[in-house]
Nanobody
Framework: QVQLVESGGGLVQAGGSLRLSCAASGRTFSNYAIGWFRRAPGTEREFVAAIDWSSGSTHYIDSVKGRFTFSRDTAKNTVYLQMNSLKPEDTAVYYC??????????????????WGQGTQVTVSS
């Protein structure tokens, strides 16, 4: 069974940075994609970014391009979302999710098979 555990959320002022981590366990992830989604109060869950585990190729929504960086450490089975220049509109619960087989360009949450419990990110103005 795949398990995903997020960490690294918190409260930060606008313009600040946070690094989210997602530790994955349960199997080899060589044919998986890992995605980050977020949900702000009263909104739908939104795709943020994804990474192809094997190639390291990444995909971002336009609103985070140049600010967020998605990376992976295959030895630790962990992915990271480095978030810089944070804005109040980035406030949300952030979830990591695993998708098999990897289709990292697909943004649909329904195409992801496993989910973490989420970590809160709050950006104050």
């Amino acid at each position: 069974q795949v398990q995903l555990v997020e960490s690294g959320g918190g409260l930060v002022q606008a313009g600040g940075s946070l690094r989210l981590s997602c530790a994955a366990s349960g199997r080899t992830f060589s044919n998986y994609a890992i995605g980050w989604f977020r949900r702000a109060p009263g909104t739908e869950r939104e795709f943020v970014a994804a990474i192809d585990w094997s190639s390291g190729s990444t995909h971002y929504i336009d609103s985070v391009k140049g600010r967020f960086t998605f990376s992976r450490d295959t030895a630790k089975n962990t992915v990271y979302l480095q978030m810089n220049s944070l804005k109040p509109e980035d406030t949300a619960v952030y979830y990591c999710a695993a998708q098999f087989p990897a289709q990292y360009m697909v943004r649909l949450a329904s195409r992801y098979d496993y989910w973490g419990q989420g970590t809160q990110v709050t950006v104050s103005s």
